[in-house]
């Protein structure tokens, strides 16, 4: 998967743990923000789905939020989090029944579907995200995901959250939560890649 002018590995050792420590800080923080804080609906955002859109929410919260600050590094902790999001997270063994890596593979639909003005485009069998229109997109993006939780009840909300899911991601069967689509070009190339898998 190529950036545009990607800078995040020009970061020295020091710079690079603030950028990621803000990242965490920001994450964390917007988990307690908005209609649906995290600590007065864990009953709800245990549920896969509900808690698949809320991780998206607020990793995107924290790329708006260094963006708008000019934080010195916010490009670079952008790419942190997209990257972490698209590529690691779906590379897991079991990514079709693995929470993590259901938000990479959503957000990279959600962008190459209906992400603002096409964020992600594939040529010649390789996969190009377009940073500008990634940042316009990520913004509508929330703005769905905070017009959801203003639905009230719980239940009515769980399955509002599941149609929004499921108009990028089909369901799976037996043990798996969706299907991987066709047009997912970095999981193919995740797979060939050879990771040993832990076990504890």
């Known amino acids: 998967m190529e950036f545009e002018g990607k800078s995040s590995h020009l970061l020295s050792a020091e710079n690079c743990y603030a950028a990621r420590s803000v990242w965490g800080y920001l994450h964390d923080y917007y988990h307690h923000c908005g209609p649906r804080p995290f600590n007065k609906n864990i009953h709800v955002i ?41 590529v690691r997270y779906p590379a897991q063994h079991d990514a079709t029944s693995n929470f993590d890596a259901a938000t990479g593979v959503l957000l990279f639909s959600w962008l190459k579907r209906r992400g603002h003005g096409v964020s992600i485009s594939d040529s010649s069998g390789k996969v190009i995200l377009d940073f500008e229109k990634c940042l316009i997109g990520l913004h509508v993006l929330v703005k769905e995901i905070q017009a959801l939780e203003e639905i009230e009840g719980d239940t009515i909300y769980k399955q509002a959250v599941e149609n929004f899911v499921m108009k990028e991601l089909q369901p799976g069967d037996q043990n798996e939560r969706y299907i991987i689509p066709d047009d997912y070009l970095i999981h193919d190339m995740n797979m060939k890649v050879k990771i040993p898998i832990l076990f504890f």
């Open 46 to 86: 245990m549920n896969f789905w509900v808690g698949v859109l809320e991780e998206i929410k607020v990793d995107c919260q924290t790329i708006i939020r260094v963006q708008q600050q000019h934080y010195p590094w916010w490009r670079e902790v952008t790419e942190f989090i997209l990257f972490e999001r698209l």
